[in-house]
């Protein structure tokens, strides 16, 4: 069967919706949100109403329907404009909502579920802890059943949790050590956590290097009591739950880089055409054009990575070397095309007002957070038959 490069009719109709939208509606907005830190409630209202916090969930749970492939088009034109309304998507999804849809109750869909697909509630996923993120095995927060009172109690404390303290923020999924295998070490489990449940306190937002327009937070456990009920999954599945959550998330956050990435290039493509020096435009020069072909290739084939990760995760294939790969080398085409892009900018490029250089700052995140390049590197290692 030949291999068919074209999105379906549905998807581009979406990718074209939430070009128009990122275009209109987040570029004149965001980069007063983004310099005053504030998170921006009235956009991210908006992408509720258009259905992209359901994108690819049942209808049946207040979902629109679609796929994973579509919650990546997505993300990908709205970080063509800005990666801190792209984020915000993408963890209230694919670390909130889906943990939920993938192993919860059918009760715990229902009480959950519409909300998070409408955008009127988000969702976080807290697995970091301020003792570590890559060895997230080595989780310190623990859940201990009370028999007699049928509560989880938790200890602990998490760290730059996405989407944790919002006004709109309703839960999240928290892993903690629920016990000890024979051999010793710890078996995790997934437990949601109410907003406002007494003993969760949530931090002042963090001062970060970028996606300021974003929430990020730590979190703290003590005591705190949620019904045994809350558990999500099976006891002990936890630490197999984020390991597939987190392979999923790396395509989408892939699909995010690449947005920056071409973003990028739309901006410096424009300035390359208008900013004159030497008494013509700089992308005259060969110099420039030669910048703008490799940025521009770069972009196109960290599509291609996150395209091809996805359509086999949609189609039930094996997807986590090649989710690896995209991650690892869409975070860091993002990151080369900032810098580039800043460059062609010259001095301007170094002027928050100008959107390279909040994509310049917003890009350094996507060699970090879910899985570090290194990381990913120890992953594709790994499917090489290396042990780590
Ligand atoms: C803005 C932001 C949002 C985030 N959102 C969330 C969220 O919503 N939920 C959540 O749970 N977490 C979140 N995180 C946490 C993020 O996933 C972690 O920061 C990341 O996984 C790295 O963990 P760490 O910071 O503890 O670094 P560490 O694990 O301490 O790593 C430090 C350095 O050592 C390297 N390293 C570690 N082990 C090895 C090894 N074996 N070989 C080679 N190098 C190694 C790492 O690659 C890295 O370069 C977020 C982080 C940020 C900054």
Redesign the pocket.
């Known amino acids: 069967m030949p291999i068919d490069h074209r999105l379906s009719p549905e998807h581009e109709e979406l990718r074209r919706t939430v070009e128009a939208f990122a275009h209109d509606v987040v570029a004149p907005k965001i980069g007063e949100y983004w310099e005053h830190h504030e998170f921006p409630y009235e956009i991210v209202r908006e992408m509720g109403r258009m259905g992209l916090f359901g994108l690819p969930f049942p209808e049946e749970y207040g979902g629109m329907g679609g796929d994973y492939f579509a919650l990546c088009l997505a993300l990908e034109e709205l970080a063509r404009v800005d990666s801190s309304v792209a984020i915000t998507l993408e963890?209230g999804v694919s670390?909130g909502a889906m943990p939920i849809f993938l192993y919860g109750t059918e009760e715990q869909k229902r009480t959950w579920l519409p909300g998070l697909c409408s955008g009127e509630t988000l969702g976080?996923?807290?697995?970091?802890e301020p003792g570590?993120?890559?060895?997230a095995g080595a989780s310190r927060t623990t859940a201990r059943l009370d028999e007699a009172t049928g509560e989880w109690v938790i200890n602990g404390t998490?760290?730059?949790?996405?989407?944790?303290g919002t006004d709109i923020t309703a839960l999240v999924t928290v892993t903690a050590v629920t016990g000890r295998k024979e051999d010793g070490r710890p078996e995790i489990s997934s437990i949601i956590v109410p907003s406002g449940t007494p003993g969760f306190s949530v931090a002042a937002p963090?001062s970060?290097v970028g996606?300021n327009a974003?929430d990020?937070r730590e979190l703290s456990f003590a005591d705190c009591r949620v019904p045994a009920a809350n558990l999500l999954g099976a006891e002990g599945r936890g630490y197999a739950q984020f390991l597939r959550i987190l392979d999923e998330g790396r395509i989408a956050i892939s699909a995010l880089a690449t947005g920056l990435a071409q973003g990028c290039v739309d901006e410096s493509v424009a300035y390359a055409r208008t900013r004159e020096a030497f008494g013509r435009p700089i992308g005259a020069n060969q110099a420039i054009q030669f910048k703008l072909a490799d940025m521009e290739m770069r972009a196109h084939m960290a599509r291609v990575a996150w395209r091809d990760a996805a359509s086999r995760l949609v189609l039930g294939e094996p997807f986590k070397k090649e989710a690896a790969i995209a991650k690892l080398y869409s975070s860091e085409v993002a990151v080369d095309n900032a810098r580039e892009a800043t460059q062609i900018h010259g001095g301007y490029g170094f002027m928050n007002e100008y959107p390279v250089a909040r994509m310049w700052r917003d890009s350094k995140?996507l060699e970090?957070?879910?899985?570090?390049?290194?990381?990913q590197r120890?992953l594709i290692a790994r499917e090489l038959g290396f042990a780590?």
């Not at 998490?158 to 944790?164: A, G, L, M, V, Y």
Request: aromatic content about 12%; glycine content about 14%; proline content about 0%.
């Open positions: 963890a670390l976080a996923f807290g697995l970091t570590g993120g890559s060895d998490k760290c730059f949790i996405t989407n944790s963090y970060k996606w974003s990020t995140i970090i957070g879910e899985g570090t390049s290194e990381v120890m780590s």
